[in-house]
Nanobody, 121 residues
Framework: QVELVESGGGLVQAGGSLRLSCAAP????????MGWYRQSPGKERELVAT???????NYAYSVKGRFTISRDNTKNTVYLQMNSLKPEDTAVYYC???????????????WGQGTQVTVSS
């Protein structure tokens, strides 16, 4: 079982910024789409942003213009730069990777453990 390791969550005031990172093991030779999802108490997990292996991005309407997703394929890492944070951005943020491949291994859909982001007003 391949694990995605997330970092960068924390507590920030409204208007502030945070950068999340998520890394797959260096043994992984390719990953299709990578993305970030979030879940608040009492709500379903929702898409925040995704990025293809070629760099095409997709964002939830609520974060467009404030969040930027990027990836470094040489490091098997995806980032989420979050600016102008709002209290409603408070959630557990989960990294997702689709199509993880290495010799003798394939995983269609892999999740990170989640990292808490709290935005105070």
């Amino acid at each position: 079982q391949v694990e995605l390791v997330e970092s960068g969550g924390g507590l920030v005031q409204a208007g502030g910024s945070l950068r999340l990172s998520c890394a797959a093991p260096v043994s992984i030779v390719s990953i299709d789409d990578m993305g970030w999802y979030r879940q608040s108490p009492g709500k379903e997990r929702e898409l925040v942003a995704t990025i293809t292996s070629g760099g095409s991005t997709n964002y939830a309407y609520s974060v467009k213009g404030r969040f930027t997703i990027s990836r470094d394929n040489t490091k098997n890492t995806v980032y989420l730069q979050m600016n102008s944070l709002k209290p409603e951005d408070t959630a557990v943020y989960y990294c997702n990777a689709k199509g993880l491949r290495r010799y003798g291994y394939y995983a269609d859909n892999t999740w990170g453990q989640g990292t808490q982001v709290t935005v105070s007003s």
